[in-house]
């Protein structure tokens, strides 16, 4: 029951109606993964445009593509030069020397939550690396987001966060995080996080 | 509200050639009646049912636009990297570089043998768009399916209307998937007051493919459900209406309570998903449009009427000319990929603020024969507060509206960069924005209407 006054609706705590289907879209296994978006977007995209976009400094490109990954969903961005890394990554960082890692904010962990729901951070991230990768190569850089999974190890590095003693996920201070990574030949230097937000506002967040 | 018929003229073909051809469906029972789509539009003749083929996309595809036109839709590439990527397939260096793309050519998944049983359709509406708005939309409704609504075939996912027409009568179709889930994203406000330029289009185009994506996990979901959920086969504007998402403006744009017109209105979901369907809404767009008329003003095509609402295809509403809107593109691709400038000026479209708030709730608390003087009163404070068309200077990414269209300079501070096309870092001052064309410039080429 909420109380109406004129246009106002003002709902009393906890007295919404509950939700009798959230819990299985948030935790049921899908019978079919085909139907999970995240598979449709395992694509390795396409080729590396011939022709080069003229690019600002490296300073800036990284600023540029933070900029893009914040306003297509990612929380924190962090550029990180492989061969600065430990261990180094030798045999990758010759054809991709950067990585840009995201991180994607989750209310849910979706390494045990495997329902559509639990899973979307998880396709909101794959999104978004699919999109910045593909960005990169339109722009005539290689780039790609196929990559075996050590997204913490070059989040620590890029100075996103601090791995936690099982070194297998990194601390954030509300819920857990997806983390994300696209590997690309443009020429960017490392970028720590700042907190500054896209230099354009979002006047207004979504209420779920 | 005097209505007037619109006829075509003899040897104009392609200005005045409908969209629609072939004889109107018949419909009896429950679909006798036409569907309630609010004030703005009104079913008030036999509506024949649009061919997907005959859609604007569609029919340049098959170069009946013109070689230039077709030119422009299938062979260009845009000037602009970030437009390649979330803008049409035919315009990447790759079209597997765009996210569509990938997720057009992934296989679907099946329906869910074991179907949820559903005892509440309300509770069921209210999960619905629930999880709508947690995979990424910022409106949703639904509406009951009505023939009217429907396409005869189907559009494919990247509105080529290909993949053939499906083969059941539409009053079948509606009684077998009877409610269509209307889910969409909205476009940045700040970016998109960069119409007319590639900050505007990064907005719009990056809103649509998240859309995409919102309708295929959507689409998931509901057959995770074990129902069925059917991609292109509604007319978007039309179940929005009949769903209450919003109302149909003169700029031909669905004007949303919180939005206003900056949202995607493209496909939809059609389901046998037992669901309860809402109502039209009534925000005071007919009788804001009635006096405004701002987007038309500012068209930079004059593809919006400033007259009265018009019966065409047995449907009565403001009617737009899609073919010179249309047409502007091959001369303005260098600065931009969609124009936009009539959702940018629309009164509706601000910073979803208290007092945006305020106002809508004014006007629609305002009994209808008093509201012609709110509105006049709105307009006047608009006018006076916002003026008649913001020419912000906006930078993003790299991108500035500030510099001068055809002009090329770097703006950014600390960049140094060698730039081979203009050299180095060219100084910007003002916060002007510019943004190609200007009205006068197209003035010359396409003739207002007669008001």
Redesign the interface.
């Known amino acids: 029951m909420a109380l109406r006054l004129g246009p106002l609706r003002i709902s009393w705590p906890g007295s919404e109606p509950k939700d009798p289907y959230w819990d299985a879209f948030i935790n049921r296994p899908v019978s079919d993964p085909r139907n999970l978006t995240q598979e449709a977007l395992r694509s390795p995209g396409g080729a590396v445009n011939p022709t080069r976009t003229d690019l600002h400094s490296p300073e800036i490109t990284s600023d540029h593509l933070k900029q893009l990954a914040t306003f297509l969903g990612a929380e924190l961005v962090g550029v990180v030069r492989l061969k600065d890394t430990e261990p180094q990554d030798v045999a990758d960082s010759e054809s991709y020397p950067f990585a840009v890692v995201c991180a994607v904010p989750s209310d849910y962990d979706p390494r045990t939550a495997l329902g559509i729901g639990g899973q979307v951070a998880v396709r909101n991230g794959r999104f978004l690396t699919f999109t910045l990768a593909a960005y990169i190569r339109e722009m005539g850089y290689r780039a790609t987001n196929q990559l075996p999974g050590d997204e913490q190890r070059l989040a620590a590095a890029a100075g996103l966060g601090t791995l936690d003693a099982r070194e297998d996920s990194l601390p954030r201070s509300a819920g857990p995080a997806c983390m994300w990574q696209t590997r690309s030949s443009t020429p960017t230097c490392r970028w720590r996080p700042t907190g500054k937000r896209s230099s354009v506002r979002r006047d207004e967040r979504r209420q779920t | 509200m005097a209505a007037t018929t619109e006829r075509p003229t003899p040897g104009d073909r392609l200005l005045t050639e409908p969209l629609t051809q072939g004889e109107p469906g018949k419909w009896d029972g429950e679909f006798a009646a036409p569907p309630d789509l609010g004030r703005t539009v009104h079913i008030v003749g036999p509506v024949i049912n649009v061919k997907p083929s005959d859609t604007p996309h569609p029919r340049n595809q098959r170069g009946e636009l013109g070689p230039v036109m077709m030119s422009h839709y299938r062979n260009r590439l845009s000037a602009d ?2 437009a ?3 803008g049409g397939a035919n315009h ?8 569509t793309d ?2 057009n ?6 329906i ?3 179907r ?1 049983a559903v005892d509440d359709p309300e ?2 509406s ?2 619905i768009k ?2 709508a ?4 939309a ?1 409106v949703v409704g639904i509406a009951r399916a009505h023939p009217t609504m429907l396409t005869q075939g189907r559009v494919s996912e990247d509105g080529t209307a290909e993949g053939g027409a499906e083969p059941e009568p539409l009053d079948e179709l509606c009684r077998k998937y009877p409610y269509i889930i209307v889910a969409t994203t909205a476009w ?4 998109i007051q960069a119409h007319r330029h590639h900050i505007g289009d ?1 907005a719009y185009h ?1 809103s649509q ?2 859309a995409n ?1 919102l309708l ?2 959507l689409e ?2 509901i ?2 459900l074990g129902y069925t959920a059917l991609r292109g086969m509604v007319n978007g504007q039309a179940a929005a209406l009949a769903a209450g998402v919003g109302e149909l403006g003169r700029n031909g744009l669905i004007i949303t309570e ?1 939005y206003g017109a900056r949202v995607n209105m493209s496909q939809t979901l059609m389901t046998d998903l037992p669901l309860a369907p809402g109502k039209p809404i009534d925000l005071g767009v007919e009788d804001y449009c009635k006096v405004c008329r701002k987007c038309a003003n500012t068209c930079p095509t004059n593809s919006i009427s400033f007259g009265d609402k018009v019966v065409y295809n047995g449907i009565e509403k403001y009617k737009i000319n899609w073919l010179t809107c249309y047409r502007l593109r091959p001369f303005t691709h260098e600065y931009w990929e969609d124009c936009l400038t009539c959702v940018a000026v629309c009164p509706y479209t601000k ?3 208290w007092w945006r708030t305020l106002a809508i ?1 004014s006007l ?2 305002t009994p209808i024969p008093a509201r012609g003087l709110v509105v006049r009163a709105l307009k006047a404070f608009d006018d006076r507060v916002w003026g008649v068309v913001k020419q912000n200077r ?5 991108y500035d509206s500030g510099i001068k269209p055809g002009e090329q300079a ?1 703006t ?1 501070e ?4 060698d ?3 203009h050299g180095q870092a060219g100084k910007v001052a003002g916060e002007v924005g510019y943004y190609f064309p200007l009205k006068e410039n197209t003035n010359r080429f396409v003739k207002r209407d007669k008001v």
Do not use: F
């Open positions: 990297p970030l390649r990527v979330t990447a260096a790759d079209r597997r570089n765009v996210p990938a997720l050519r992934a296989p679907k998944g099946d869910n043998p074991v949820v509770a069921m209210r999960h629930r999880v708005q947690y995979l990424g910022d940045d406000y700040d970016m990064a990056t493919q998240k994506v295929r996990s998931g979901y057959k995770e919180k910073p979803n603020t709730k629609q608390t906006v930078r993003w990414m790299g770097c950014i600390g960049c140094t960069a730039h081979e096309d």
